[in-house]
């Protein structure tokens, strides 16, 4: 299961959903989905969201087993 902190970070960075959307090239509603854990994002998305916090990958998105 792919744990996302991505809410914490959006939010920490006073930043709102469309805003990141558009750093990122996706639609708000995707990053809606990726804050509720009901979409796990490409390798590359999630690369591009972190670079946009800078931080590595896995401060924002962890994987855990089920």
């Known amino acids: 299961m792919l744990k996302t902190r991505l809410k ?5 960075h006073d ?3 469309k ?4 750093l990122v ?6 990053i ?6 009901a979409y796990s994002p490409s390798l590359k ?3 591009d969201i972190a670079k946009v916090f800078k931080v ?3 401060e924002i ?4 087993e089920e």
């Open 61 to 64: 998105f962890q994987y855990e």
């Open 32 to 37: 809606g989905h990726l804050e509720r854990g």
């Open 45 to 47: 998305l999630a690369w």
């Open 8 to 12: 914490e970070f959006r939010v920490k």
């Open 15 to 17: 930043m709102n959903q």
């Open 19 to 22: 805003t990141l959307a558009d």
């Open 56 to 58: 590595p990958i896995e």
């Open 25 to 30: 090239g996706v639609r708000r509603e995707t």
